[in-house]
């Protein structure tokens, strides 16, 4: 060794010991702002080991266990804010689904898919800054409903900015939780909206939990935020108390401000959620939109730190199948929490049945691609459902897209959900 490659290699910054960090918080430490920062600076090379350390806290808390929710889209578009992140926003150009509320019984019959399809939470989201007393005694019909055809299902409301007694109206109708992130820090919280601040999305989230109803509240990652701001962004979610945190990865629709954003890669997202869990080792994490294009083949590794998933579809665009889903869950050793007495050998014929689907599936497709005709060239699957092609056909999603895919399924229209 030179002196030369000496000074090289003492000038590198010590590594991490993820193990040890996480054995200390396992022991109650609260991991410091050096330390979340020294956790997002994790190289590639040691990301791995670094899920590895965090996941351990994951299986402290949550076991094997993935908890699945359900995304139904109560009234989409249209919205007079101007979230840049967002293609319901004010001037957005995204070609969406755009539609006004949704009668009560085709909500609870969207929900209804989901819950078949194994999730235990339904997330009942409208776009809009926030909601009218009449909003909310509209919705408090939906959960009455919900509730009285699925006792056993969690449901969270997500409806904007709060005003006085309208938590309490929600608790009252029986909803379990209440929905509002704080999506980053509030140092870069101005240049990502302008129409409502930081503080009405604090103010919500402490307003919903005073009502009793469990707090949901997290992130978009991919913004173009610091270290230094995604610390402050996680931290505040600390202090606040979110019971559940949903991570979101940027989905940069074309017609928005965000249009071709991409910041992030598989690695640092896994960083990203290894930090998250880190600092809030005992709550419900949940991988979320966006999953797919940023994670990619890095999903079900991100199992191990995220305790949670949504099923199937997201608001505007469409998620990997939803049998996909499911099968990602048992292929790593997850089991869907609700069914945890499922034998390893009902999984098994599950996914012997997928297999076979999926062989009948390509038996009917033109060659090099599946059956939807979408002319896109995707190629056969491994999977029942997943070639990928990014096609609104039954069976396609993006698996492998670059690009968000468009939704034109499920709620508001009349093709049948991807649950
Ligand atoms: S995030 Fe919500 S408030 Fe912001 S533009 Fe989208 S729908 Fe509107």
Redesign the pocket.
């Known amino acids: 060794m030179t002196l030369d490659t000496a000074a090289a290699e003492t000038a590198q910054p010590a590594l991490l010991d993820a193990d040890e960090l996480a054995a200390r918080i396992a022991s109650g430490h609260r991991i410091t702002e050096a330390e979340a920062l020294a956790v997002l600076a994790t190289p590639d090379f040691a990301t791995l080991p670094l899920v590895g350390a965090a996941g351990t806290l994951r299986r402290q808390h949550f076991g094997n266990t993935v908890k699945v929710n359900y995304l139904v889209n109560l009234k989409s578009g249209l919205?007079?804010?101007?979230?840049t992140?967002?293609?319901?926003?004010?001037g957005?150009k995204a070609e969406i689904l755009k539609y006004t509320w949704l009668k009560p019984d085709e909500a609870v019959a969207q929900a209804g898919y989901g819950i078949a399809g194994g999730a235990s939470r339904v997330c009942m989201v409208a776009?809009?800054?926030g909601p009218t007393d009449r909003d909310v005694d509209r919705v408090a019909t939906m959960v009455e409903q919900l509730k009285g055809e699925h006792p056993q299902v969690e449901v969270c409301a997500c409806l904007?900015i709060l005003k006085d007694g309208q938590a309490a109206r929600l608790k009252d109708a029986g909803a379990d939780a209440y929905n509002h992130n704080l999506n980053t820090s509030e140092s870069l919280y101005p240049e990502i909206?302008t129409?409502?601040s930081y503080q009405d999305r604090v103010d919500t989230v402490q307003q919903a939990q005073s009502a009793g109803l469990s707090s949901c509240s997290g992130l978009i990652v991919g913004l173009g935020e610091t270290p230094e701001q995604l610390v402050e962004a996680v931290f505040a979610l600390r202090e606040l108390g979110s019971e559940s945190i949903p991570v979101n990865f940027l989905m940069p629709f074309d017609g928005t401000p965000m249009e071709g954003t991409w910041l992030l890669t598989p690695l640092a997202c896994l960083r990203i959620l290894a930090l998250v869990r880190l600092a809030c080792p005992d709550k419900e994490l949940r991988i979320a939109g966006g999953r797919e294009m940023h994670l990619r083949s890095l999903q079900s590794t991100a199992l191990e730190v995220a305790n949670s998933i949504f099923l199937g579809d997201y608001l505007t665009s469409e998620g990997q199948g939803a049998a996909k889903d499911l099968d990602m869950i048992a292929d790593a050793g997850f089991v869907v929490l609700g069914q945890e007495a499922s034998s390893p050998a009902d999984v098994a014929r599950r996914l012997r049945e997928a297999a076979h689907a999926a062989a009948a599936h390509e038996e009917q497709a033109p060659a090099g691609g599946c059956a939807s005709g979408c002319g896109t060239g995707c190629g056969p699957s491994a999977s029942a459902d997943a070639p990928g092609c990014g096609s609104a056909a039954a069976g396609c999603g993006p698996s492998a897209a670059r690009e968000p895919v468009l939704r034109r399924r499920g709620a508001g229209t009349q093709q049948g959900p991807n649950a």
Do not use: A, I, N, T
């Open positions: 919205c007079p804010e101007d979230c992140y967002c293609s319901q926003r004010l957005s776009s809009g800054k904007g909206c129409s409502h």
